[in-house]
């Protein structure tokens, strides 16, 4: 659509502006849905900062463009056509930028290394990192949302001692290991055994033990239905509940800073 030919005759400042935002309203909430449904699925949305990176893209998006065009517009302005074609440009320039930086630090991969989830994002894997995948479905990056994955320990004593030294030498910790990636699905029922008992949890974690009661209390099961792993976030810590006798993921619950 000619955003400019449409408001040119006849169109107040305040028309033209609320028109430019109704439109960068439509597209920030296009953007958003991609984030919540499909690469920020919660509570990873929180957890991984999402509210500021749709701060940045709602301000640059829904509010600076049509604020613009309520300063410069006037009906019939002479290059009033030019005018709205570089606002819409640097818009559209600004959202796409914001879109890299939003796609790129997407979480891609949920590992469990022995007792706790690590988020590993798109940003984090090096190129050659994805090419030592074992697993063909590793070597690249999903763009679909998180995919679950559990760390497989090597048996090797030697290539154990090089993934601790990598991690003292700062270079990459185990979940960056995609070598040692298998599907989750296929060991939760191994991996129950590293998972603490929700009993456990009260005695050790105040905080995280009132956030699973709560919704034990929601969802009827009981102490005895679920177990517990923790995941660590960018900013908050994640409560990964999994079924105790299948070890399947039940669901995973943002556990406020106590």
Known sequence: MDFAATIRTGFTRWQASGLHLLISA?????????????????????AQGGMGLVFILVGVDVVIGPLITLVIFKS????????????????????????TVVFAARPVFLVLVKDQFEVVTAAELHPKWLEEARRPEFRALPVSGPVLVMLEQP???TERQA???????????????????????????????????????RRRYAETARVIDAYLASSGRKDTDVRYFAMRTRYEWIAVLVDARTGDIVNMLLVPDS
Do not use: C
Not at 31 to 41: C, K, N, S
Not at 80 to 91: G, R, S, T, Y
Not at 180 to 185: C, E, K, N, R
């Open 26 to 46: 439509i597209i920030a909430a296009a953007v958003l849905t991609v984030m919540l449904g499909v690469w920020y699925p919660r509570p990873l949305f929180e």
């Open 76 to 99: 019939g302005k002479p290059g009033l056509k030019f005018d709205l074609a570089v606002i819409a440009a640097l818009q559209l320039a600004a959202l796409i930028y914001g879109g």
């Open 155 to 157: 048996g090797d004593e």
């Open 163 to 201: 993934i601790i030294q990598s991690a003292l030498a700062g270079e990459r910790d185990a979940q960056h290991f995609t070598k040692y990636y298998v599907p989750y699905p296929e060991r939760a029922r191994a991996a129950l055994s590293n998972a603490l008992p929700v009993e456990t949890v």
